[in-house]
């Protein structure tokens, strides 16, 4: 059974830091390509970053440039978002997605989602 578990989410004043880890099970990890996306209220839910298990590239939504960065610790099948510089636009539920064999950054599984809240 494929799982994904997100941790790491919490309340942060703007401009602090998090680390969000999706801790990834039932599948061969390194296979499948992982990314990062989020939801904020009333919004519709959108990709912030993906990394490629084929290449290591790694791709951001044009917001999150230059202050998240996605990593991933193949001994722990754990990938990360670490978030720098927030900003309360940046709060919404953060969600880990497993994409489909063969295909760059596409979503197959998600995960149950982490609150992150950042205040002004």
């Known amino acids: 059974e494929v799982q994904l578990v997100e941790s790491g989410g919490g309340l942060v004043q703007a401009g602090g830091s998090l680390t969000l880890s999706c801790a990834a099970s039932g599948f061969t990890f390194d296979d499948y390509d992982i990314g990062w996306f989020r939801q904020a209220p009333g919004k519709e839910r959108e990709g912030v970053s993906c990394i490629s298990r084929s290449d290591g590239r790694t791709y951001y939504e044009d917001s999150v440039k230059g202050r998240f960065t996605i990593s991933s610790n193949n001994a722990k099948n754990t990938v990360y978002l670490q978030m720098n510089s927030l900003k309360p636009e940046d709060t919404a539920v953060y969600y880990c997605?497993?994409?489909?064999?063969?295909?760059?950054?596409?979503?197959?599984?998600w995960g149950q989602g982490t609150q992150v809240t950042v205040s002004s």
């Open positions: 997605a497993r994409g489909t064999y063969g295909r760059r950054c596409d979503v197959e599984y």
